[in-house]
């Protein structure tokens, strides 16, 4: 189960989007945060086990992940 949040508090006024729930290495999410940028065009890092994406992309970043094979997305 993958959850795409929204967020903006404590991150200057931007708006980014927190993708939670991949339990991986944190090799793993580094290569998972460069292929999200490349992917998506966007801005991508790790944060504590969460991958952080610039923008309010969940819809692509939903659409990503389910071709990427992910079975349950939840987009809150």
Known sequence: KVVLRKEKKGRGGKTVTLVEGIHASSKALESLAKELRKG?????????????????????AAQWLSKKGVKKIIQS
Do not use: T
């Not at 991508?44 to 994406?53: K, S, T, Y």
């Open 40 to 60: 998506l065009g966007c801005g991508a890092h790790v944060e504590e086990h969460l991958l952080i994406l610039q923008g309010d992309i969940r819809e692509r």
